[in-house]
C-alpha cells in the first residue's frame, strides 16, 4: 500500500513521499496508528517550562520556552501501546522515565521523540523545540523609592544621583529599589534587597548621608545609584508664633508677642468656659494646654472658669526639647451686682433721723438757720455701683458738692445705680431752723449690755436695766434728734451717736443720767436705773462621772452657773463625797483626789473607783460643795443648789456623755461643754466637723427625727447653716460657728446620737452621746431678749423635739419648762432668763439613790401612753409648786401629777439641783381611785399638799387626797406624815357625783380644776379658807386638822353650762386650762377671781362657744352666792379695735397676777389669743387693756394658752405663758412690767 505525510519543521515544510512497499513513517498529525500499529505517545513532559500546546497523542510538534538560565532539560515520554520502544535524540528511554539530561543553547533547541513498533519498522516523531532565551544585560532600576522625604529630582532610569531632606525628628530610612531586568540583582549599601521590597533601616546622621544602591544585570553588568539624604539639625524654637482665647470677649492683655509669656483676659460672668488657640513657630515643636495636647493652629478643649481668677498654661516643647510656658490668668467677673444699697450715709451736719439703716430710704434731719449749705456722703454697698446727690455724681464714700439750703425743708436725694443697672433712691429732708430748735429730745439711747425697760421711747425718760453681777462697767450711746443739739452722760460730754466713756457699776443699784441741752438750751433729762444683779447668787448647775481609760482615774465633773474663784474652787476640801449605803460598793474617799479647773465654771473632781452602771454594784453619788467656794469676785459664796447628783462609772461600762450647758459667746458663736472629753479629729465618732476633714468634714451628717434634714448637730429655731464645730483646749469645750445671727430668744443645740451614720462619742470609749433629753442644751442668744408679749416667742420648740405643748411654772424662785415629750425633764432658768440649764427627773429613793425607776428616763427613753414613771404611770400632766408650813417655818415644794389610770401614787420633791429626786406618796381609797385618769392637780397650803384625781363622772366622781408632811429629823427633809387623807368629795354635792350638775352623766369627766387657800390675815372673808372647784360648781372648807366642805356656788346659780373634761387618755394627758370648766382662782388687790368657762352642751367636752368665758369676783363673805358678782364676759372684749365683737374669742386660758397687774387670755382658734390687762383696784370689763394684737403678731400659730406663771425679782414682774396651736411645736412668750 502506498501511503505519503508531511511533516513542517520551523516552518519549512519538507515532502517525503514513500509509495509501494509496506514500511513508511509516521506522517504528519494523522491518525492514531501506522501499518495497523500503534505508535502514538499517551503522554509527554518536560523537567523545565510548559509546552505549547498542551499535549495531544495526535499532535507531534512543540515549543518550550525556557529562560537563560535553563542550560538542560529532560523529557519524559510514554508510549500509548506498551510494546513500542521510544527514543529521545536517537538514545532509547524507558517509556515513562525522563531522558538523559539535553543541553541548551541560547536559541532554538530541537528535541525528536522517536516512537517504534513492535516489527522495529514502522515509527512515529514527536518533535520539541526549546527556545532558551538570551541572557538580559540590563542593569537598570524601575523604581527607586524612601520611606522619609522626597527623591529630588524626581525618579528616571538614567539618573543615578538623587538627594533628599528628612528632618531631626526622622532617625533612618529605608530604600525601596525595583530592578528593570530580567534576573537583575540588587543591593543597597552592600545589602541584598528584593526586588520591589524595603531595604533594612538606614540609620542617618544629621547632615548628609550616602546610600548606593547596585544594580547585578543577570549578563553580569553592573550600574550604581546614589542617594544622598540630608538629616535637617534639630529645632530649638519653643516659641509661640499665635495665641488666641475664644470667645473672644476676653482680649489678651498685653497683645500677644512671641517675647511676652505672662498674660491676662477678663471676661463676663456669663461666660462659663472658653478655648485657647496655640500656633508653635518651631518646626516640630509640641504643645499643650493645662497639660492637654493641641495640635498647632487648632483650638483646646473647652476650659471651664471659675468667678475669679483662672490660671491657664500653654507649654511649647522645641524639638529640641527645649521648654516655654505662657501663662494667661483669666478673670470671670463675678455676676453683675444687683446691689442698688448705700452701707452709709452721713452730713456734714445735722443728724440723721431714724439711725442710717441699708433698707431705710426715707430721712430727716435738722439743721440750725446758720448752715445754709450741707454736704452729703453716700457710700455705697455694692460692687462697680454708682451714686448721684440731687443728679451729680459722687463718688463712693465722699462728700458731695456743697448743696445750699433754704430755711424750711429742703430734699435731697442720693440715687444709687448696681452694676445691673438697678435703682434705689434715698431721700433725706434737711430742715433749716428759721431760729434756734429747741428739741431736746434723744432719738436713740442704747446700752453696751443690758436691756431697757420699757423700751426705748423719746417720750420715756425713766428706765430699769437689769445686769449679771459680774458687769464692772458700761457704756451709754446717746443720740440726739434736735439740731445742734449737745448731751452729756453722767455730766461729761459725749457726741451725739457715740459711746460714752466706761462708767463704773458697783454691786446693787445704780443711776446713769443723760441730759440733752436743745440749740435754744432747752434741757431734758432720762433716767437709767441699773441694778448689778446682787440677789443670783453662784451655785451648782450638775455634776456628771466619767472614766478616762488612759490613766484609768475617776471623775465626776461640775459645772457652776457663774466663774468662781480658782483658789477655792480647785481645793479638794472644800467638796465632800456621799454615796448611796444602800449598795455594796466599795466607800469612795470622802474629799476628791484632786480638783483642776476645765474653765473657770467647769471643774473636775478626780475620785477613788467608783462604782458604774455596769458593776453589780451601781452607785448613785452626791457631790456637796463648801460655802468656802466663792464666785470670781471673791465676794459671794456657793448658794443652793450646792449639791448635785450623778450615777457612778466604771471600768467597764462607762456613763454616757451629755450635754450639760451652752454659752453664747459671739452673735454667731456658741461654746457648748459636755459632761466628759469627746472623740476629736477627722475620725468616726468625732464631736467636731470641719470642712478641711474627710471623716468629719460635715456637720450634716445623721437623721433628724422631727425634721428630716441630715443633720450632726442641729440648731432650733434655725441660726443659719452650722458651718463648724472644733474642740477647745480642753476636748470636752466645743465651739460652734454658724451663719445666722442670734436674737436675744432662746435656742437647743442637740447633738445627735447612738447613730450609725455621724454618732458622737467619748474620747476614750465607743459609747456615744445619751439619748434625749441628755444630748440637748439651751441657752440665750446675744441679744436684747423680749420684754413684750408684743415682739415674738422668746422660746419656740423649747425642747428641739416638736413637742405640741408643755407648761410652764415656778419653783425656788425660778422658772421652769417641762416636761419634755419623753415626760423625762425639763428646764430652767431665773426669771430674766439668764443661766438656763437642763433638768432631769429621778423617782424616790434616798438621801443619793436614784430609787427603783424614772420618769421616762433611761438608756432606751420611751414613747408617751406607755410605763414612764415608776409606778407605770404614762407620765406627767404638769407641775405646781407651793409652800407647806411645819410648825413655824415655811418649805417650798416642788409637786408632779402623774397620768395613770387608777393610779395610787403622787410625787413631790425639795430638790433643787439639776436631777430632782422625787419622793412618793401612795394612796388607795375604798372607792373610786379604780375609776381616775390622772392628777391634773396639786395644790401645798398649810402643813399639807392636795391632789385632784379625774374620773369618768358616770362611774365616780373626782378624788381629793391630802397628804401631810413633817420635818421628823428637824433637818429640813420633809416626810410623810401618816397615811394619806381622802377628803370625800366624790359625794361633795355639785363638786362629787352624788347631786352634782350634770346628773350621772356617762360622758362628762371631772376634776379638780382649780384650789386656793386664803390664810389668817389674808382677804376677802372668810379667812383660813379652802377653795375647791370643778364643772359642778365652788366648795369651801375651813382650813383645820380635817376638812369639811360645803358647796355654796352650783352651775344653777351661775346659768348657762359650765365644760366638763375631755373623755379619753389623749384628750387628759394634758388638759390646758381652756378645756377646764373653773380653771382659775386669784386674789388680786383683795378681791377673788374666778374664770368659768362655757359648753354649747353639758356632754359636749372640749367644745367651747365663742364668748362663752365668764369672770367672776368676790370682795367679801365669799362663801355666799350673793357675793359673787359676773365682772365681765368675753363678748365685751371687742379685741384689735374692733367698735363689736367678733365671737371668735373662746375658753379663758389664764388668770394670773404679776406685780401691780391683773392679766387674762383667751383662746382664739379664728385670730389667735388675746391678751388682756388691768390695773384698777375694782376691775370691770372696761378696765382691761389690750396687749398688742390677736396672735400677737404670730396668728392663730398661737390659737390656746397652755400654761401661765409669774415671778417678781428686784422689782421687775416677769409673766410666762406657753402657747401654741397643737399643730406645730408650742412656743413661749412673755412680758415684763
Known sequence: MKRCYTVFIFGVVFLISACGGSSGGAGGSGGGTVNNYDVNLSSLTVSAGTLSPVFDQAVTVYAVELPSTADSITVTPIVSD??????????????????GTLSLVAGPNLINIAVTAEDGTTTKTYKITVNRVAVSVNANLAGLSISEGTLSPSFGADL????????????????????????????????????GSESGSISLNVGANTITTVVTAESGAVKTYILTVSRVAASVNADLAGLTISPSAGALTPSFGVNAISYTAEVPYEI??????????????????????????????????????????????????????????????????????????????????????????????????????????????????????????????????????NVGANTITAVVTAESGAKKTYTVIVTRSAVSSSNADLAGLTLSTGMLLPSFGANVISYYVEV????????????????????????????????????????????????????????????????????????????????????????????????????????????TLTEDTSTACSDIAANPLSVSAISSTVYDLETSAQCGTGSATPTVYRVTVSSNVKDYKKIDSISLPNAATTTGTSATDQTKPRLIQALSLSPT?????????????????????????????????DIDAISGTQLKYSIKPSLGTIQSVETT?????????????????????????????????????????????????????????????????????????????????????????????LNAGAFRFEADASNPVAVTFWSVGSVCAAGTGTFGYGSAPVTP??????????????????????????????????????????????????????????????????????????????????????????????????????????????????????????????????????????????????????????????????????NGGVARSAMGATLSFTTFMLQSYMGGVTLVLPDSNAGLEKIRPGQKGIPAMVVYKGHLYMVRNLAVSQTAANETVNNGAELWKCTENCSANINWKRVARSSNFNYDGQSTNSSNNKAIGFLQVSG??????????????????????????????????????????????????????????????????????????????
Not at 164 to 193: D, F, Q
Not at 512 to 536: D, H, P, R
Not at 738 to 763: C, L, M, W
Not at 789 to 810: E, H, I, Q, R, Y
Request: hydrophobic share 35%.
Open 669 to 701: 458663736t456658741i461654746r457648748i461643754t459636755f459632761s466628759e472629753p469627746m472623740k476629736t479629729g477627722d475620725v468616726t465618732g468625732s464631736a467636731e466637723c470641719r470642712s478641711t476633714y474627710t471623716t468629719a468634714a460635715t456637720c450634716t451628717a
Open 272 to 405: 462659663e468656659s472658653i478655648t485657647v488657640t496655640p500656633t508653635v513657630a518651631g518646626f516640630n515643636a509640641a504643645v499643650t494646654v493645662n497639660t492637654v495636647s493641641v495640635n498647632s493652629g487648632s483650638a483646646s478643649g473647652s476650659i471651664g472658669l471659675n468667678v475669679g481668677e483662672n490660671i491657664i498654661t500653654t507649654v511649647v516643647t522645641a524639638e529640641s526639647g527645649n521648654i516655654k510656658t505662657y501663662t494667661v490668668t483669666v478673670t470671670r467677673r463675678a455676676a453683675l451686682s444687683t446691689n442698688a444699697n448705700l452701707s452709709g450715709l452721713t452730713l456734714s451736719s445735722g443728724t440723721l433721723s431714724p439711725t442710717f439703716g441699708v433698707d431705710v430710704i426715707s430721712y430727716a434731719a435738722e439743721v440750725s438757720n446758720a448752715t445754709s449749705s450741707i454736704t452729703v456722703t453716700p457710700t455705697v454697698a455694692g460692687v462697680n455701683a454708682t451714686v448721684t446727690v440731687n443728679t451729680v455724681t459722687v463718688s463712693s464714700g465722699s462728700a458731695s458738692g456743697a448743696i445750699n439750703l
Open 865 to 1030: 401612753y406607755v410605763d414612764l414613771g415608776p409606778n407605770g404611770e404614762r407620765g406627767i400632766t404638769g407641775f405646781n409648786s407651793g409652800v407647806v408650813t411645819i410648825g413655824s417655818v415655811d418649805y417650798e415644794i416642788l409637786m408632779a401629777n402623774p397620768l395613770k389610770d387608777a393610779g395610787t401614787y403622787t410625787y413631790f420633791t425639795q430638790d433643787i439641783d439639776t436631777e430632782l429626786d422625787w419622793k412618793s406618796a401612795s394612796f388607795s381609797p375604798a372607792t373610786g381611785y379604780l375609776n381616775t385618769k390622772s392628777v391634773q392637780l396639786s395644790y401645798a397650803c398649810g402643813d399639807s399638799y392636795y391632789s385632784g384625781l379625774s374620773s369618768a363622772h358616770g362611774t365616780q366622781a373626782p378624788i381629793l387626797i391630802r397628804q401631810k408632811l413633817t420635818d421628823t429629823n428637824s433637818d429640813g427633809v420633809l416626810e410623810l406624815s401618816g397615811s394619806y387623807i381622802d377628803l370625800a368629795v366624790r359625794s361633795l354635792s355639785g363638786i362629787g357625783k352624788n347631786g352634782s350638775n350634770p346628773a350621772a352623766d356617762g360622758a362628762a369627766v371631772v376634776g379638780i380644776d382649780s384650789m386656793i387657800y386664803i390664810p389668817a390675815g389674808g382677804t376677802p372673808t372668810p379667812v383660813n379658807s379652802f377653795y375647791i372647784a370643778n
Open 82 to 99: 506498551s510494546k513500542s520502544t521510544v527514543k529521545v535524540n536517537n538514545a532509547a528511554v524507558s517509556s515513562g522515565s525522563a531522558s
Open 1156 to 1233: 401691780n397687774a391683773l392679766y387674762m387670755g383667751f383662746d382664739n382658734t379664728a385670730d389667735g389669743i388675746t391678751i388682756w390687762k388691768a390695773t384698777s383696784e375694782v376691775i370691770s370689763e372696761a378696765d382691761f387693756i389690750q396687749q398688742g394684737n390677736a396672735g400677737l403678731g404670730q396668728g392663730n400659730s398661737v390659737s390656746y394658752i397652755y400654761s401661765s406663771t409669774s415671778l417678781d425679782r428686784l422689782g421687775r414682774y416677769y409673766i410666762y405663758l406657753t402657747v401654741g396651736n397643737y399643730l406645730n411645736a408650742f412656743k413661749v412668750i412673755r412680758q415684763i412690767d
Open 160 to 195: 543615578i544621583s538623587y538627594a533628599a531632606e528628612v528632618p531631626y525628628s526622622t532617625s533612618s530610612i529605608k530604600i525601596t529599589p525595583t530592578v528593570a531586568g530580567v534576573n537583575a540583582a540588587v543591593k543597597v549599601n552592600n545589602v541584598t534587597v528584593n526586588s
Open 729 to 821: 483646749a480642753d476636748p470636752s469645750v466645743f465651739v460652734i460657728t454658724h451663719s445666722g445671727n442670734q436674737a436675744g430668744v432662746f435656742y437647743t443645740v442637740t447633738a445627735y446620737a447612738e447613730n450609725a451614720v455621724a454618732n458622737i462619742s467619748e474620747d476614750r470609749s465607743s459609747n456615744d452621746m445619751a439619748g434625749s433629753p441628755q444630748n440637748r442644751i439651751t441657752f440665750k442668744g446675744m441679744g436684747e431678749g423680749n420684754s413684750s408679749f408684743t415682739v415674738g416667742s422668746l422660746f419656740n420648740d423649747p425642747f428641739a423635739d416638736g413637742m405640741l405643748s408643755s407648761s410652764v411654772f415656778k419653783y425656788a424662785g425660778r422658772i421652769y419648762l417641762g416636761p419634755d415629750s
Open 468 to 575: 449679771p453681777r459680774d458687769t464692772n462697767s458700761i457704756t451709754v450711746t446717746p443720740t440726739v434728734a434736735g439740731v445742734n443739739a449737745t448731751v452729756k452722760v453722767n455730766n461729761v460730754a459725749v457726741n451725739s451717736g457715740t459711746a460714752s466713756g466706761s462708767i463704773t457699776l458697783n454691786v446693787g443699784a445704780n443711776t446713769i443720767t443723760t441730759v440733752v441741752t436743745a440749740e435754744s438750751g432747752a434741757q431734758k433729762t432720762y433716767t437709767i436705773k441699773l441694778e448689778v444683779n446682787a440677789t443670783i447668787l453662784p451655785y451648782l448647775l450638775s455634776a456628771s462621772s466619767y472614766y478616762n481609760s488612759a490613766t484609768s482615774k475617776y471623775y465626776i465633773r461640775v459645772v457652776y452657773s457663774e466663774p468662781m474663784d480658782l483658789d477655792t474652787a480647785t481645793t479638794a476640801s472644800n467638796y
